[in-house]
């Protein structure tokens, strides 16, 4: 015969709702995170890009370099341009970073003397889908003494008092219009006790240039890339230039780079 056994359940009804947690708490961890694992599987990094081969990456590191030829009004001679920007996005409205600018001519030219900028940079952002813009300032140093002629080792005050600051402000826009090209466009306020005019280059002057371009997303032709980078492109860019000196003579200028960009 088998015994019955009697269950008072006046003791096991304080218990209750403890054994109620147990059970549903066991119950929610054997399941898949089925709603995570689909928003991370549809998370997708969208960049976009920028004038000068600058990327909106909302945040990481982005790196550009480009090169072409520079021509000045009333000059004979084009000049080699040189380019470039590496910055990082702190939040997805603000990124900083440096960047150069290297005008010289023929490199078998032993005068040569090669004007130049650095300078550091910030950018404030305001992205959507397909299209972004900024503005920046940059404030640097114009025209460090980078001759290719032996210079006098006792005299160091003439290479510094062409040193000066540069001060620039900037806009920038890109649109990507289709799935493999995007459409960029800037504009440029470069001020500098400098300058770029080489019949005086002592004069300070303001430079207004403006810079549209084309850009060819690589990624949408080679996705497998995706994997080591965020973003890949290469562009080109024209930028014409009105120089204003501070005898308020006026000069124009143009030029054409082509580069690559890497955001990581």
């Not at 054997?30 to 081969?53: H, M, N, Q, R």
């Not at 920007?85 to 023929?106: D, I, M, N, R």
């Not at 080489?198 to 300070?204: A, I, K, L, V």
Request: proline share 6%.
């Amino acid at each position: 015969m088998i015994p019955v056994l009697k269950t008072d359940w006046r003791r096991i009804l304080p218990f209750l709702p403890f054994l109620i947690v147990c059970v549903s708490h066991a119950a929610t961890a054997k399941k898949p995170p089925v709603a995570a694992a689909k928003k991370d599987t549809l998370k997708i990094e969208k960049t976009v890009p920028y004038p000068s081969g600058g990327i909106y990456v909302a945040r990481g590191i982005y790196t550009t370099l480009a090169g072409g030829r520079h021509e000045n009004s009333g000059e004979p001679e084009n000049l080699y341009q040189w380019q470039g920007e590496l910055g990082y996005f702190y939040t997805p409205w603000f990124s900083g970073g440096v960047g150069f600018k290297l005008l010289a001519g023929q490199p078998s030219d032993s005068s040569q003397v090669i004007r130049n900028r650095f300078f550091v940079l910030g950018r404030f952002h305001k992205a959507w889908p397909k299209f972004a813009g900024y503005l920046g300032i940059q404030l640097g140093v114009d025209d460090l003494n980078l001759s290719l002629t032996p210079l006098d080792t006792l005299n160091f005050q003439e290479p510094l008092r062409q040193i000066n600051a540069g001060l620039a402000i900037d806009y920038g826009l890109g649109w990507k219009f289709s799935r493999y090209v995007a459409a960029t466009f800037g504009q440029r306020f470069e001020a500098s006790l400098v300058g770029e005019a080489t019949e005086n280059p002592e004069q300070g002057s303001i430079n207004f240039r403006t810079l549209p371009g084309l850009t060819l997303d690589i990624l949408e032709l080679k996705p497998s890339l995706r994997s080591n980078v965020k973003a890949l492109y290469i562009f080109a860019e024209t930028q014409f230039g009105q120089l204003v000196l501070e005898n308020r003579s006026k000069r124009t200028d143009f030029a054409w780079i082509t580069g690559v960009s890497l955001a990581f």
